[in-house]
């Protein structure tokens, strides 16, 4: 028996003029995976990523949720059906508190009228769902709840950014170069955390370019060149240089014996 995927995409065609950036792209996400994308500069997997995150729409092909053929007008869209995005930039506001960030755009009002009418924030709700979901994922080494953001350090930020994705999340989180501008100790806390969000049962998507870190979290390697996936691999039975080789075209998927 076939096992459902949680995520995927058939014949993806995006075109900027006359550049095609997705060539009848194909992509499969399973439930509970991390699933790492990797491909060179140009090679079209951001313009995939944003497709399934709902930045970009494609100009043919079909994106599917556990079977179900979608269309993303927006973010926004995707998140209805359960997609969160931690970008690389992290999309959060420095000034405002860790609640106020967990929150942003999803505040919770106060029951009754106050909530209502007068659109009162309970920020005491807000505050406590904050701190249930960053103890959930040993983040509450962070001093207070409601210090600003601009005062935690990289690897404290981009826990912060996973947590409001695991909050929200239902189905999937997608992560850009999470590790991209940290160093060994708090990129270390980063796979650890990617680790426990999979623990949790919820699906990872893992872009990077990072080899190591590639290979020590992924479940399954999704190669990406020229504009489509080139092959699937298993971390266990390809080598870390063959991988490299692939996505740089110094070898074909045959020659290793793996297929889109």
Do not use: W
């Not at 924030?121 to 040993?138: N, P, V, Y």
């Not at 994705?165 to 650890?192: C, Y």
């Amino acid at each position: 028996m076939t096992k459902q995927t949680i995520l995927s995409a058939r014949g993806l065609v995006k075109r900027y003029g006359r550049v095609t950036a997705l060539d009848r792209c194909d992509f499969d996400l399973y439930p509970g995976e991390v699933l790492a994308v990797i491909g060179d500069n140009g090679a079209g997997k951001s313009s995939m990523i944003k497709a399934l995150s709902g930045a970009i729409q494609p100009d043919e092909g079909e994106i599917l949720v556990e079977g179900k053929s979608v269309r993303f007008s927006s973010p926004i869209g995707a998140r209805e059906y359960g997609i969160e995005t931690v970008y690389q930039t992290l999309a959060l506001s420095p000034a405002l508190s860790i609640a106020d960030n967990m929150f942003m755009g999803r505040e919770i009002r106060k029951s009754g009228m106050m909530g209502r009418v007068f659109k009162q924030l309970d920020k005491a709700r807000m505050r406590q769902l904050s701190r249930e979901k960053l103890s959930e994922l040993g983040l509450m080494t962070i001093q207070s709840i409601d210090q600003a953001v601009e005062t935690l350090s990289g690897g404290q930020r981009q826990g912060v950014a996973v947590a409001r994705a695991a909050a929200f999340g239902s189905r999937v989180i997608i992560m850009d170069e999470p590790t991209a501008a940290l160093g060994v100790k708090e990129s270390r806390k980063v796979l650890d955390l990617i680790l426990t969000v999979k623990e949790k049962g919820m699906p990872i998507i893992l872009i990077s370019h990072n080899m190591p870190h590639v290979f020590e979290v992924a479940d399954r390697i999704h190669i990406h060149r020229l504009g489509r996936r080139l092959c699937v691999v298993n971390p266990g039975d390809c080598k870390m240089s063959d991988a490299v080789a692939l996505m740089t075209g110094a070898m074909s998927a045959d020659e290793i014996g793996q297929s889109a």
